[in-house]
């Protein structure tokens, strides 16, 4: 079957590094998304990886492996404005993304 | 930038009426999706449409229907409203396989 897994919420420090972990089951893979959410909001896009390793992009990056079938997001220097929701989402052999439920990410003074 | 604009924010409707949901997009995207978003759970796919007039069940497509008549137009039917389909409900379109726009959501409650 396919199943995405993500922490249900985590909690950060104004300023820290945050990493956001996301195993999943697929059948077929086409690449793999992030997308962050805040609360009442439309998800926006802020990441692709499609090959193992790391994709940087600013404060944030994404990592692959696909033979663990396992992703993470990693945030830096985080800022109060990064309170949200982040989603993973692979793509399957169909090419239709498959949804984690998010990780709530509370970031604190 | 891409815009993709949903006809309402908040919606509140009467169990057993019909409800129509629309959602455009300005970037000539051939794909467009819908989904709803319930608390706890991820995105589920209702329906999706690759093309005008193309349209394609997703994960959850009982009780909805979808119309694509123009490509930048997708609609989103509840034919008849039951409690059970208060939720959010989120379109999304995409260019070939590159990532998903979405739209700011509708709040639907069916009272």
């Known amino acids: 079957g396919q199943n995405i897994d993500q922490p249900t919420e985590m909690t950060a420090t104004e300023g820290a590094i945050v990493q956001i972990n996301c195993t999943y089951q697929?059948?077929?893979?086409?690449?793999l998304f992030w997308y962050q959410q805040h609360a009442g909001e439309a998800p926006t896009f802020l990441s692709y990886?499609?090959l193992d390793g790391l994709e940087e992009k600013g404060r944030f990056s994404s990592f692959l492996s696909r033979s663990k079938g396992y992703s993470y997001l990693l945030l830096k220097e985080l800022q109060m404005k990064d309170s949200a929701s982040y989603l993973c989402?692979?793509?399957?052999?169909?090419?239709?993304?498959?949804w984690g439920a998010g990780t709530k990410l509370i970031i604190k003074p | 930038d891409v815009k993709v604009t949903q006809s309402s924010r908040y919606l509140v409707k009467r169990t057993g009426e019909k409800v129509f949901l629309e959602c455009v997009q300005d970037?000539?995207?051939?794909?467009m999706f819908w989904y709803r978003q319930d608390p706890g759970l991820g995105l589920r796919l209702i329906y999706f449409?690759?093309?005008?007039?193309?349209?394609e069940k997703g994960d959850i497509p009982e009780g909805y229907s979808v119309s694509r008549e123009k490509k930048e137009r997708f609609s989103l039917i509840l034919e008849s409203a039951s409690t059970n389909q208060t939720s959010m409900y989120l379109c999304?379109?995409?260019?070939?396989?590159?990532?998903?726009?979405f739209g700011q959501g509708t709040r639907l409650t069916v009272v």
């Open positions: 999304a379109s995409s260019k070939g396989r590159h990532e998903a726009f």
């Open positions: 970037m000539d995207h051939e794909n």
């Open positions: 990886n499609v």
């Open positions: 989402a692979p793509r399957g052999s169909n090419y239709q993304l498959i």
């Open positions: 449409s690759y093309d005008v007039k193309m349209k």
């Open positions: 697929t059948s077929g893979f086409n690449g």
